[in-house]
C-alpha cells in the first residue's frame, strides 16, 4: 500500500539552528512528492513540490528539499530557523493520480 | 492558486445531528476533495467532489455518512450525518487547478461534537 512515513513527531530546536525534517514514501513507479505547512491558525500552505528534474528543490522562506531515489526519502531542510518557523510540517505524495497520501506530520517549535 | 473560503469555521454539534459545511472557490476548478484531520493523525481523504455527478468515497468513507454536493465548477458541501463525537474533526475542502498543481487548502471546519 502507499504510504508516507514522518518519523520526527515533534522536534524543538533553538533560533538559528539547522534544521531537516525526515520523509520516507512507499509508492512504485512515478511519484510526486509535496511538503505542506500549516501555522497555529492558519491553513495548509504549499512549501515546495517536486514532479521530476532537478532533485533538490528550493521552496518558499528558504527551505529546501531533496528527492533521493534511492532511499525513498523526500528531506526536508533549512540552514537556519527563525521563530516564525514554529509550525506544523506535512509531507505528501501522490503516485501521478489526484489522491495526495499524507505522513503524520511533525510539530516543529523554534525557541528564541 | 486559488482563494478557499469554507464555512463555518468551527461549530459545535450535539450527538445525531448533522452539520454541512460549505466550500467556495473564487474560480472554476475541476478537482475538489475533501479530507479529514483527526485528533493527533494526519489527513485522510473522503471523497473526490465530482461536478454533476456522485462523489467519488474511499474506502471506509459511505454517501450515506458523508453526502457531499458539487452542483458547479466552484462550489460543494460536505455534510457528516448523524453526528458521534468520532465525527470531532477538522474538516478541509482542497482544490487541484491543473493537471501538475498541487492540492490547495482552505482554512478548515474544526467540528466538536458533544
Known amino acids: 500500500a502507499q504510504s508516507v512515513s514522518q518519523h520526527n513527531h515533534h522536534v524543538i530546536l533553538s533560533e538559528a539552528a539547522s534544521l531537516e525534517l525526515g520523509c520516507n514514501y512507499s509508492y512504485g513507479g512515478t511519484v510526486n512528492l509535496f511538503w505542506y505547512v500549516q501555522y497555529p491558525g492558519q491553513h495548509l500552505q504549499l512549501l515546495l513540490k517536486y514532479f521530476s528534474g532537478d532533485p533538490l528543490v528550493k521552496g518558499i522562506k528558504g527551505f529546501e528539499a531533496e528527492f533521493i531515489k534511492s532511499k525513498f526519502s523526500f528531506n526536508l531542510r533549512k540552514p537556519s530557523v527563525q521563530w516564525s518557523d514554529t509550525a506544523e510540517y506535512f509531507c505528501a505524495a501522490t503516485g501521478g493520480g489526484n489522491k495526495l497520501t499524507f505522513g503524520t506530520g511533525t510539530q516543529l517549535k523554534v525557541e528564541l | 492558486s486559488a482563494v478557499i473560503s469554507q464555512k463555518p469555521s468551527r461549530d459545535i454539534c450535539q450527538r445525531g445531528t448533522s452539520l454541512t459545511i460549505q466550500c467556495q472557490v473564487d474560480s472554476q476548478v475541476t478537482m475538489m476533495f475533501w479530507y479529514r484531520q483527526q485528533p493527533g493523525q494526519s489527513l485522510t481523504l473522503i471523497a473526490t467532489?465530482?461536478?454533476?455527478?456522485?462523489?467519488?468515497?474511499e474506502s471506509g468513507f459511505v454517501i450515506d455518512k458523508f453526502p457531499i454536493s458539487r452542483p458547479n465548477l466552484t462550489f460543494s458541501t460536505l455534510t457528516v450525518s448523524n453526528l458521534s463525537p468520532e465525527d470531532s474533526s477538522i474538516y478541509l475542502c482542497?482544490?487541484?487547478?491543473?493537471?501538475?498543481?498541487?492540492?490547495?487548502f482552505g482554512n478548515g471546519t474544526r467540528l466538536t461534537v458533544t
Open positions: 467532489a465530482n461536478q454533476g455527478s456522485e462523489a467519488t468515497y
Open positions: 482542497s482544490v487541484k487547478t491543473g493537471g501538475y498543481s498541487p492540492l490547495h
